[in-house]
T-cell receptor, first 114, second 108 residues
Framework: NAGVMQNPRHLVRRRGQEARLRCSPMKGHSHVYWYRQLPEEGLKFMVYLQKENIIDESGMPKERFSAEFPKEGPSILRIQQVVRGDSAAYFC????????????FGSGTRLTVV | DAKTTQPPSMDCAEGRAANLPCNHSTISGNEYVYWYRQIHSQGPQYIIHGLKNNETNEMASLIITEDRKSSTLILPHATLRDTAVYYCIVRAENKLVFGAGTILRVKS
């Protein structure tokens, strides 16, 4: 039973390029969450999605960031026109429905903007 | 915003029990207490969670006070690999909100 799969593990982008981060949830999990961790800082919630729906995007920056979780395929976190301040570790987690179920986190994608 | 208070750091001798406290004085009746840890820059790892009763699994024990305003995570025999940031989280909704956590340093 594979865990939460994130790819790529490391991503280098030049300023102004687009970054696409992928997350495949655990089998049987219908909820996906994205978190960002800046260097030497804590985990910050970004967005919570269910299949084809964004449930809570209160942590998403207003511009350049978007997320989706299509009916088929992985969840995608997309960052357009990246800037150096976007350099961070981006973690995806998945869970079953309900507060009595914990999250399972992936290993993260380390984005470096040069 | 995090609803918990944890000490910023703690030290523990290898082989001894590590007791990590957490205050959550504003917890509501339907909110669970969750514990996660993050080793270096890896993805956070689930440890344990509970509502009212004490809980135990292969990793740790969770002791919740009767008034539910505080809890303690116990690692019974800490090893060097348990050195990590430990997060105590109160959860009512689907969203987990992480605070600063406690840096646990296990020393030989």
């Amino acid at each position: 039973n594979a865990g939460v799969m994130q790819n790529p593990r490391h991503l280098v982008r030049r300023r102004g390029q687009e970054a696409r981060l992928r997350c495949s949830p655990m089998k049987g999990h219908s909820h996906v969450y994205w978190y960002r961790q800046l260097p030497e800082e804590g985990l910050k919630f970004m967005v919570y999605l269910q299949k084809e729906n964004i449930i809570d995007e209160s942590g998403m920056p207003k511009e350049r960031f978007s997320a989706e979780f299509p009916k088929e395929g992985p969840s995608i976190l997309r960052i357009q026109q990246v800037v150096r301040g976007d350099s961070a570790a981006y973690f995806c987690a998945s869970s079953r429905s309900g507060v009595n179920y914990g999250y399972t986190f992936g290993s993260g994608t380390r984005l470096t903007v040069v | 915003d995090a609803k918990t208070t944890q000490p910023p750091s703690m030290d523990c001798a290898e082989g001894r029990a590590a007791n990590l406290p957490c205050n959550h004085s504003t917890i509501s009746g339907n909110e669970y207490v969750y514990w996660y840890r993050q080793i270096h820059s890896q993805g956070p790892q689930y440890i344990i969670h509970g509502l009212k009763n004490n809980e135990t699994n292969e990793m740790a024990s969770l002791i919740i006070t009767e008034d539910r305003k505080s809890s303690t995570l116990i690692l019974p025999h800490a090893t060097l690999r348990d050195t990590a940031v430990y997060y105590c989280i109160v959860r009512a909704e689907n969203k987990l909100v992480f605070g600063a956590g406690t840096i646990l340093r296990v020393k030989s």
